[in-house]
């Protein structure tokens, strides 16, 4: 169950510290159900997020841990004085997972989504589940340069369930439009806007030549437009940011969680398989140039096994039609190519992907990058996710 904290509990200006978050847990002991009160909790900072804070907190005696997330009223990495940002986002995290359970059921929600212990909507901080024996999926890419069957299979289905459940022209008019006022999630849409579509684009020296070049750009503005919102396309209830590290994964348990669903909205659901693929195309890129032997291979048949699987979920189990499958494939390809490109364009912050010590790899390294984002932005319409699936093809 998830408690929500009545206003009157606020402590004004409550942003948590490793050192604060013990007394906020035992305080909220009987509500959280993890701690008795008397509990002896050490906390550890969790570091690599830039929106929120994060910590593990952990019992001394029973070993027992959370995840405590708190989201600040700007961009925590910024501090402050910096971006400023509504902390309602949390609400809407909340409200996605809530939306998800109704969709899969409790076999699945248990398989995919983390359990909340505890969520406090006055100070914005969530209590759920510590995953102590998974890892990142991005730090598995990067580390093996596998994807293992159950992964692969189990993210597609989760979408294509998911994204089935929600889409525009399966549910109700009343439906869709309650969807689209609920998840519009303006603060957080109008960061992707500018952060992933617009300014690396207008503002990269790298980008000189794609900017002189109208079909690019013009692909590029539709993807903009349909993440916005707009262009008449379908649209299902999306994680938002979908990329590899907003998977924790334990293949040997056969767990695949979902995390981090602040940027969610109600938008095209190609968003999420192509945030997620192009974590894919970045690593198979990456081990290629690192010699990792089998890890393309490897990445290859986990991109195939993820597409198929959300292919059967929204079709063949969702019900959702051949012709807007088709069109899915399509905007999936294109939101794909446009992060492999911003990352390539080194405007994607600290991820590792296409980084090397020697600059004669990076360079060329990135050139293949670019090479398959400049063939497949246009491509994808007729081939749609084949010409993916070439592209990885080079790289075995």
């Known amino acids: 169950a998830v408690f929500i904290m009545a206003a ?13 978050v013990p007394a906020y847990l035992k305080a909220r002991w009987s509500q959280i159900g993890c701690f008795a009160e008397d509990a002896v909790i050490t906390v550890a900072p969790i570091l690599g997020g830039n929106v929120n804070y994060a910590f593990c907190a952990t019992c001394e005696s029973t070993g027992t841990s959370v995840f405590v997330k708190q989201a600040p009223e700007f961009v925590a990495i910024f501090g402050p004085d910096g971006l400023p940002l509504s902390s309602a986002r949390m609400q809407l995290e909340v409200d996605i997972y809530d939306e998800w359970r109704a969709a899969l059921g409790p076999e699945l929600e248990a398989k995919f989504l983390p359990r909340i212990f505890h969520f406090d909507n006055v100070n914005m901080v969530f209590v759920m589940e510590f995953f102590g024996t998974c890892d990142l999926l991005e730090k598995q890419l990067i580390s093996t340069g596998t994807v293992g069957s159950i992964i692969a299979v189990g993210l597609g289905d989760f979408m294509g369930r998911t994204h089935a459940a929600s889409f525009s022209k399966l549910v109700s008019p009343e439906r869709a439009a309650a969807l689209t006022t609920a998840f519009e999630n303006r603060d957080m849409r109008d960061v992707q ?31 903009k437009t349909a993440y916005d919102g707009q262009g008449g396309g379908g649209h299902s209830l999306t994680h938002g940011d979908l990329h590899p590290g907003s998977v924790m994964v334990d293949e040997a348990a056969g767990l695949v969680k979902i995390i981090d669903p602040e940027f969610t909205v ?12 192009s974590g894919f195309i970045l690593a198979a890129i990456h081990h290629k140039f690192s010699g990792t032997a089998g890890a393309p291979a490897s990445i290859r048949r986990g991109v195939a096994e993820v597409w198929e699987a959300y292919r059967q979920a929204l079709n063949e189990e969702g019900g959702v039609g051949l012709v807007d499958v088709a069109a899915i494939e399509v905007e999936t390809v294109g939101y794909t190519l446009a992060e492999v490109c911003r990352t390539a364009l080194g405007c994607a912050g600290g991820r590792v992907w ?20 400049q063939r497949g932005m246009v491509g994808r319409h007729v081939r749609g996710m084949s010409q993916l699936l070439d592209e990885l093809d080079s790289l075995v």
């Open 8 to 20: 009157i509990e606020r402590i004004p200006a409550a942003i948590l510290t490793a050192e604060t």
């Open 266 to 277: 109600y938008g095209p659901p190609g968003l999420d398989v192509g945030s997620l693929l």
């Open 193 to 223: 806007l500018e952060f992933v579509f617009t300014k690396c684009y207008a503002e990269a020296e790298a980008a000189a030549a794609l900017r002189a070049d109208a079909a690019f750009m013009a692909e590029i503005e539709q993807l």
């Open 354 to 373: 296409l980084k090397f010590e020697d600059e004669a790899v990076q360079s060329a390294a990135v050139e293949v990058a670019m090479g398959i984002v």
